[in-house]
C-alpha cells in the first residue's frame, strides 16, 4: 500500500466511505457515486469562489476475504487530489455532517433522495464555467426541494417557501421578489429568450448560489428533525400558518 499510494495522500485531503456490496463492480460504482455526494457536499460548503472544481477522486476499495483483508486497486482517474485547510473545515463540517445521514442511507425515502439530487445539482452548478449553466443547475436544485408541483406558477412557489422557510428557521428572509426574478432568468435561458431583460450576471450567480447554499442545509436540518419521509407533509409544514 504505502509503496503504490502513499505519495498520493500524503498532504492532501482524502474521501474515505464504506460501501457494502455482494461483488467488486457494484462496490467500485457505489463508492463512486458516494465519493461524488460527499465532494459535491464540499462544493455546498464553499461555493464558487473559494472552491470551483475538486477533480475526480482515487477510488480504492477494501474487501474482507474469510479472516484475511486485502486491498486492491480497481480504477485510479484522478487528476489531483484536492487540497482542504484547517480553516475550511469550519465551512465544510455543519453542511457534511448533515447530507452525511442521506448519503450513508441504504434505502432513503424518495424524499431524500430528492435532497441528494438537489445537492448533485449545487454540486454541478459550481463547476459550471458560465453564469446561464450556473443559474439553469441551481434554480433546478431549489426546484427539486421546493416545488414537487410539475407545472403551475413554479417560480413564485419557489420564491414563496424559500421565504417561509427563512422565517421559520431564524426570520430573516431573502425578498421573494428577488428570487423570483432570478429564477425568471432561467426560464428565459431554458426557453431559449431573446434576453428582453438583463441576462445573468456573476451578482446574479452569487447571490442565487448564497440562497442556495444557505437553505439546503436548513431543509436537511428540518427533515431530520420532524422525519419527514414525504416531499408533501414538508410543504404542508412550510406552508401551515397556524404555527
Known amino acids: 500500500f504505502d509503496k503504490l499510494f502513499a505519495d498520493k495522500f500524503v498532504d ?17 460504482k457505489k463508492g463512486e ?18 472552491f470551483c472544481v475538486l477533480n475526480e477522486p482515487l477510488v480504492l476499495v477494501s474487501t474482507e476475504i474469510s479472516t484475511r483483508t486485502g486491498m486492491f486497486h480497481e480504477r485510479y482517474n484522478h487528476k489531483l487530489l484536492c487540497e ?3 480553516s475550511d473545515m469550519s465551512l465544510i463540517k455543519p453542511v457534511t455532517e448533515t447530507v452525511s ?31 446561464e449553466d450556473k443559474i439553469s443547475n441551481l434554480c ?22 424559500i421565504t417561509l422557510l427563512q422565517l421559520r428557521i ?3 428572509f431573502t425578498f421573494p421578489e428577488r428570487t423570483l426574478m432570478l429564477y425568471e432568468k432561467r426560464s428565459e435561458i431554458v426557453h431559449g429568450s431573446d434576453y428582453n431583460k438583463e441576462p445573468p450576471n456573476k451578482q446574479d450567480v452569487r447571490s442565487l448560489e448564497s440562497l ?6 436548513m431543509v436537511c436540518n428540518i427533515i431530520q428533525k420532524n422525519n419527514f419521509t414525504k416531499i408533501s407533509k414538508f410543504i404542508e409544514w412550510l406552508e401551515n400558518t397556524d404555527e
Open 12 to 28: 492532501h485531503t482524502c474521501v474515505i466511505v464504506k460501501i457494502k456490496s455482494n461483488n467488486k463492480k457494484s462496490a467500485i
Open 33 to 50: 457515486k458516494k465519493i461524488q455526494l460527499v465532494l459535491d457536499s464540499i462544493r455546498t460548503s464553499m461555493g464558487t469562489n473559494q
Open 84 to 86: 482542504i485547510n484547517e
Open 101 to 131: 445521514r442521506f448519503i450513508d442511507k441504504e434505502n432513503p425515502s424518495k424524499f431524500e433522495q430528492r435532497i441528494l439530487r438537489s445537492l448533485e445539482w449545487i454540486g454541478s452548478s459550481i463547476q459550471q464555467d458560465e453564469p
Open 140 to 161: 433546478t436544485s431549489l426546484e427539486t426541494i421546493f416545488v414537487p408541483e410539475k407545472d403551475g406558477r413554479k417560480g413564485e412557489k419557489l420564491a414563496f417557501r
Open 170 to 172: 431564524n426570520g430573516k
Open 212 to 217: 442556495a447554499m444557505m437553505v439546503f442545509p
